[in-house]
């Protein structure tokens, strides 16, 4: 079975704070990428990366950037954290891009 | 338009029945389906996956796909409560990404 970990399930920060969440899976995939989902708006892709050292922008990258230094880890940056970046975000990886396997997510706060 | 369309209910449907869910999508040249399932206060979880079209099943899950509508369904039968979920739609679109629905919520009526 495919496991994909974040390093937390929830997090509560302050405003202009940076925050890392990190991604880790144990399956050799290629494909990682990291999602927010908010009510009524669905998943929406933030950053993808398809190697290491490489990073793909999604749809919706600013405020955000992203680490991928070893194949298995992603991590997720908020340089200066803001209340409307407060939502669940989920980490996927993909051996192929398509078939996507999701960690438990981690629901962040910003105060 | 959204690209990917789902119906957000809820959709109720009584224990033991068939429930039937759908999604469209407006890229033609999209040619990925999957269905992801996703318990309250959980991830999401991959549960389907069509390439071509007509019908693919799985234990009480069938997809359908039909790709001249543009539009993709999920039926399961013999429904159970532990079916009530959210069922997201996704469609593969340019730049090697998924788009997602916004999901149907499910609710199995005991």
């Known amino acids: 079975d495919v496991k994909v970990t974040q390093s937390s399930r929830y997090l509560v920060k302050r405003t202009g704070e940076k925050v890392f969440l990190e991604c880790v899976q144990d399956m050799d995939h290629e494909n990682m990428f990291w999602y927010r989902q908010d009510p009524g708006l669905g998943l929406r892709l933030i950053y993808f990366?398809?190697?290491?050292?490489?990073?793909e922008k999604g749809d919706i990258p600013e405020g955000y950037s992203v680490s991928r230094e070893k194949k298995e880890r992603f991590s997720l940056i908020l340089e200066s954290a803001s209340t409307n970046q407060t939502s669940m975000y989920l980490c996927?990886?993909?051996?192929?891009?398509?078939?996507?396997?999701f960690g438990p997510g981690t629901r962040l706060t910003v105060t | 338009q959204k690209e990917v369309e789902q119906n957000s209910g809820p959709l109720s449907v009584p224990e033991g029945a068939i429930a039937s869910l759908n999604c469209t999508y407006s890229?033609?040249?999209?040619?990925?389906f999957f269905w992801y399932r996703q318990y309250s206060g959980k991830s999401p979880e991959l549960i389907m996956s069509?390439?071509?079209?007509g019908d693919k099943e799985d234990g009480r899950f069938t997809a359908q796909l039909n790709k001249a509508s543009q539009y993709v369904s999920l039926l399961i039968r013999d429904s159970q409560p532990s079916d009530s979920a959210t069922y997201l739609c996704?469609?593969?679109?340019?730049?090697?990404?998924?788009?997602f629905g916004t999901g149907t919520q499910l609710k199995v009526e005991l």
């Open positions: 890229d033609r040249v999209s040619q990925s």
């Open positions: 069509i390439y071509s079209n």
């Open positions: 990366s398809y190697d290491v050292k490489m990073k």
């Open positions: 996704a469609v593969t679109g340019g730049g090697n990404k998924l788009t």
């Open positions: 996927a990886s993909s051996p192929t891009w398509e078939e996507q396997y």
